[in-house]
């Protein structure tokens, strides 16, 4: 099974940078890079154009005008330059242990989706990680992240837990298995199936909105926050708002009333990039006022 791995990112390059040296550390090499880029500047296009010329990884780069914040619209083009039958989402400020994507290939599960976590550090932190540092994989040890002061007890036992005793911690976890953008999965179809993500959605829950659309479409979900590892650096988050986290919350509460499926503005606009016999056609209809007509 081949994967494509869905980077978001804006204007953070060095972020980026460190984030893709964790790829080109896979224990795995049968997955594609697409950096689904919500409108970054000069900066950012020609680090990629690097890596393109200079790396072993695939990658490929979409790319739209920066018109504020349209993250959602970004992934959904990506998705649809998607040649993977698999997709892992992430971000542009998660850096991946070198087993992260064999492990999201080894329980990926018709009729489910995979929800990972993330290990999170401070400024210091992220700052301090060196190409090195990921090479080596020192960063993902617990040692080096003590001694140069992680903090907070969750964070930790995600680093300190030894693979062996990772499928226990997913056990265990009180966490809800739900769809987190740093770190989830599932198949390109059912992606598909529920019309990829919501556009009319904007920073603040965008990412668990579409799970809840996989659970209302008949997916469950799987918990492998303590396998599937992977570093969040940290930043400011300027586009952040009440006003569009109390729309998101009021669009989240008639998916989760109404059990719909597909949102009327996702991915269906773009169809016709599609150009394989899997279409939106043999979706489901959803419910409310997200319902659309899906006959062409």
């Given at each position: 099974?081949?994967?494509?791995i869905i980077i978001s990112t804006y204007n953070n390059p060095v972020w980026l940078e460190k984030v893709l040296w964790g790829y080109e550390?896979?224990?795995?090499?049968?997955f594609e890079v697409i950096i689904s880029d919500d409108g970054s500047g000069e900066e950012t296009q020609s680090l990629v154009k690097h890596f393109q010329k200079k790396s072993h990884l695939a990658i490929k780069h979409s790319w739209h005008e920066d018109d504020g914040f349209r993250k959602t619209e970004a992934l959904n083009k990506a998705i649809l330059m998607a040649d993977g039958d698999y997709l892992i989402f992430t971000d542009g400020d998660c850096i991946p242990r070198r087993d992260f994507v064999e492990t999201h290939l080894k329980h990926a599960k018709e009729g489910y989706f995979l929800s990972g976590g993330y290990c999170k550090l401070d400024m210091h932190l992220s700052n301090l990680?060196?190409?090195?540092?990921?090479?080596?994989q020192h960063a993902f040890?617990?040692?080096?992240?003590?001694?140069n002061g992680l903090r907070g007890g969750s964070?930790?036992?995600?680093?300190?837990?030894?693979?062996?005793?990772?499928?226990?911690g997913d056990k265990l976890t009180t966490t809800k298995p739900t769809w987190n953008g740093m770190n989830s999965s599932a198949y390109k179809a059912d992606i598909i199936k529920v019309n990829g993500f919501n556009e009319s959605m904007r920073y603040g829950g965008l990412d668990r909105e579409l799970?809840?659309?996989?659970?209302?479409?008949?997916?469950k979900s799987k918990q492998i926050r303590h396998r599937a590892i992977c570093l969040h650096l940290d930043h400011p988050r300027s586009y952040k708002n009440e006003e569009d986290i109390k729309r998101n919350r009021a669009i989240r509460a008639e998916v989760r009333e109404k059990k719909?499926?597909?949102c009327a503005n996702g991915i269906r606009k773009y169809d016709y990039y599609l150009t394989t016999p899997q279409?939106?056609?043999?979706?489901?209809?959803?419910l409310g006022t997200y319902v659309i007509n899906l006959d062409r």
């Open positions: 099974m081949n994967a494509s550390q896979q224990t795995v090499d049968n990680i060196s190409r090195n540092d990921i090479e080596s040890t617990f040692r080096w992240m003590k001694k964070q930790q036992i995600k680093i300190a837990t030894p693979k062996s005793l990772a499928p226990l799970g809840e659309r996989l659970w209302n479409a008949g997916l719909v499926i597909c279409s939106l056609s043999d979706a489901p209809p959803s």
